[in-house]
């Protein structure tokens, strides 16, 4: 990867010029029997996509606070990313009275009203499907995301010192995403390209998002990222382990 790249979205960059086609996030749901593969330039565009919502359809500026109230899932994946490309935080499970933005999956809506400002909702349905009845005061993710535009460039230039992420209440710039997921891979069994990650830790620690994200983004590799994984039998896990091609594991 780029020595330069001092925040996740430069990572992201770095990949999609180094191999767009080579897969970045494979998911699988077990309680769901979802599984979707995405490629570096389809993860790329979810996250342009995004991003732009992000600036344009919500306002949202580089400081501002974006509470994530997601679980580990490949569209919480590109809601991360798609925060780091505008400069805002991403604060994981983050209070949502405290926030200037409330991104919530079906289970937490209730919570998610807490939330002053702009409101968004995601069904976190099998192939990003949309909420049968949009949930109120919520605008739905599926339907808004789709007209975005396929390239994003931020207003402002992100700085890789100011705050990006907040998880389980420690704050990190982007600067330090990166550093420590660089610095990690190691102990996770990520070498380098070509290196695949299944991780079945949830997102709300900083361990399951290096395991279930930076690590593989900033070392050229990919993640299997599982949800509901503890319902996998240990021969089923094993047999997707080899299918998958996974040459570590996080769980």
């Not at 405290?98 to 999956?105: C, E, F, L, T, Y």
């Amino acid at each position: 990867m780029n020595a330069t790249d001092r925040t996740p979205a430069d990572l992201l960059r770095s990949a999609l010029a180094a191999d767009p086609a080579r897969p970045l996030v494979t998911f699988y749901d077990d309680a769901t029997g979802e599984r979707v593969e995405l490629s570096v330039a389809t993860f790329a565009n979810w996250v342009a996509k995004t991003a732009n919502l992000l600036q344009d359809g919500l306002s949202a500026e580089p400081g501002d606070r974006v509470a994530l109230l997601l679980p580990a899932h490949w569209q919480t994946a590109v809601w991360l990313l798609a925060c780091s490309s505008v400069g805002v935080v991403a604060d994981v499970g983050g209070s949502p009275a405290a926030a200037d933005i409330v991104v919530s999956g079906p289970d937490t809506l209730d919570a998610a009203r807490a939330c002053t400002g702009e409101r968004v909702a995601l069904a976190l349905r099998p192939l990003g499907g949309r909420f049968p009845q949009p949930p109120q005061g919520f605008a739905d993710y599926a339907v808004e995301v789709p007209g975005q535009g396929d390239r994003f460039l931020p207003y402002a230039p992100v700085d890789p010192e100011e705050p990006a992420l907040i998880v389980a209440g420690r704050e990190f710039s982007g600067a330090e995403v990166v550093e420590r997921a660089r610095a990690e891979a190691p102990a996770l069994g990520l070498t380098g390209p070509g290196s695949r990650l299944l991780s079945g830790l949830p997102y709300d620690t900083w361990e399951g998002l290096d395991a279930g994200l930076y690590a593989p983004l900033a070392t050229g590799g990919s993640v299997v990222l599982c949800r509901h994984l503890d319902r996998l039998g240990e021969e089923s896990l094993a047999q997707r382990v080899e299918s998958e091609r996974v040459t570590a594991t996080a769980r």
